[in-house]
């Protein structure tokens, strides 16, 4: 069932928290519409596209749909553009980095026009009558990966920083308890793999203080809801040693 994160009249944000079905990981889908234009936040590929065109349309004309937000390249991000450029006049939002990838998604000369390019120091963009903030999370946890801040709800849609494994029951949920969530949900683990290094959490998180976040929501796993589960996330994050770290030369052994 779609989740409501802010309703105001005119601005709303929507999650998508259980349209994965079969073998892959669990994902979060999550739609922005202003005063009736959409965009989407990483759709995710061909298990979620049919699932996700048929609950969208509850809330916004799919044909209102503005942009595809794709915070960086993975399949269970953006796999299925082909599909969403061919319904929609959407333009696929994404790092300039990874621009000449997502043709090898789609048909061919569909995506001629049709692509924004983030800049590596990330942009404003208007939706609606409302400015969205696309915020940098650089190798976390891929070179030109960014983030949707959205300053009317105040909810920062974190990408896969603070993604958890769970199941579909227990994602989109806020966490009640940070250091359970933090061992049962495999965040830690899934951050000492996935994310670079301190040096990119920290400046992450220095970045992310100076805004007004009141929530973090990821795109895996449950949230992170109210200014002390933000602090205690961000606390966490800018203290974790992960990725090039913890390299050793155990590491790069010749099988």
């Known amino acids: ?8 009249g005119n601005h709303k ?6 349209l994965v079905e079969g073998n892959g990981i669990q994902a979060n889908q999550f739609l922005i519409v202003n005063r009736g234009e959409g965009m989407l936040l990483d759709p995710g590929g061909n298990l979620t596209y049919k699932h996700l065109l048929a609950e969208i349309a509850k809330f ?5 749909t503005r942009y595809i937000f794709a915070s960086h390249q993975d399949p269970d991000i953006v796999a299925s553009a082909n599909g969403w450029l061919l319904i929609t006049d959407a333009k696929i939002v994404i790092a300039q980095e990874w621009t000449r990838f997502i043709p090898h998604f789609c048909l061919k ?58 199941d579909a029951q227990a994602a989109g949920l806020a966490v009640e308890d940070f250091d ?52 205690r996330f961000l606390d966490w994050f800018e203290n974790l040693e992960c990725g090039t770290d913890l390299l050793t030369e155990a590491d790069f052994r010749i099988p």
């Open 60 to 64: 916004t004309l799919p044909a209102h």
């Open 109 to 166: 000369g569909l995506t001629e026009g049709r692509m924004i390019a983030i800049p590596p120091h990330g942009m404003n963009l208007e939706l609606g009558q409302g400015v969205l903030k696309l915020i940098p999370a650089h190798f976390l946890h891929t070179v030109g990966n960014f983030q949707v801040y959205d300053p009317i709800s105040k909810i920062l849609f974190s990408g896969d920083v603070g993604a958890s494994l769970v």
């Open 180 to 231: 359970a969530h933090a061992a049962a949900g495999h965040m830690e683990a899934f951050h000492r793999r996935y994310m670079c290094s301190n040096k990119a959490c920290r400046l992450w998180v220095q970045m992310v203080r100076r805004l007004d976040v009141e929530w973090i929501v990821p795109q895996h796993g449950g949230s992170f809801k109210g200014k002390a589960m933000v602090n």
């Open 1 to 8: 069932m779609p989740v409501t994160l802010f309703d105001d």
């Open 13 to 18: 944000c929507i999650a998508f928290t259980d």
